[in-house]
């Protein structure tokens, strides 16, 4: 069982008949424990496919691109996003933020006034809902990806960029962030901390510490999010309940 938030009184009682509760991230862990629902807790994070290296070799050559692909829904903090994109802007940053997912149509409207009163709507490539083969084309000609959550239980999206070889920037409120941390595949910052954030975007966009960024990236991915450790620990997971 994932994403514990609120539970209905059947939900809660089946939870609390389990044998084992599956978190994906330390966060979960820790909030799920605290519930004292009884049965033990396992975390074990969500898996992703590594593919093979597919960064554009000309993607140094022009502005900075900021990949989030995201729901568009006020718990992503997207106003902080575009709060520390005007202070790279006020510095005389060059930049495009690559901005991808679907959300209530009044929500977007209301992001999108919000980049114009900032003067930013010409930095902003809206690109809707995407597939596969286009998440791919974007995750090539990103610089780093960015999800500043106000909450984030693990954060799936952001372990693909990972895996796709691109230094993240995420808040403190994300649940892989100390992983984030101790691989050091990109930089963490305060939930809210819109400087904090401009900061973080332009530390990972210096072409000169990039690469090492990328491969810590996928270091990360492959050695945490990889499909045959998820497997293998799955099977694990399985077996201590089916043998108890």
Request: glycine share 10%.
């Amino acid at each position: 069982v994932t994403g514990v938030q609120t539970c209905a009184l059947p939900i809660w009682d089946n939870l609390a008949r389990s044998s084992v509760i599956h978190a994906t991230a330390p966060a979960e862990d820790s909030f799920i424990n605290a519930l004292g629902l009884g049965p033990p807790v396992r975390c074990l994070p969500l898996a992703v496919r590594v593919p093979p290296v597919t960064t554009d070799p000309d993607f140094l050559s022009g502005p900075s691109r900021i990949l989030c692909i995201s729901r568009l829904h006020p718990v992503k903090a997207l106003p902080v996003v575009f709060d520390a994109l005007a202070q790279l802007r006020a510095q005389g940053r060059d930049f495009v933020l690559d901005l991808a997912g679907g959300g209530d149509a009044h929500y977007v409207a209301k992001l999108r006034r919000r980049l114009k009163d900032l003067g930013l709507s010409d930095s902003v490539v809206w690109h809707g809902h995407i597939g596969e083969e286009r998440k791919s084309e974007l995750y090539a000609t990103a610089s780093c990806f960015i999800q500043l959550s106000h909450h984030e239980n693990f954060g799936l999206a952001i372990a693909e960029a990972l895996a796709a070889g691109l230094p993240v920037v995420v808040s403190d409120q994300v649940g892989i962030a100390p992983d984030v941390e101790a691989f050091r595949a990109g930089k963490v910052v305060a939930v809210g901390d819109a400087r904090g954030a401009a900061e973080a975007i332009e530390g990972l966009t210096e072409p000169n510490v990039a690469g090492g960024y990328r491969e810590r990236a996928r270091k990360l991915a492959t050695e945490r999010y990889g499909q045959d450790s998820f497997a293998s620990g799955l099977v694990e997971l399985y077996e201590s309940v089916i043998c108890r």
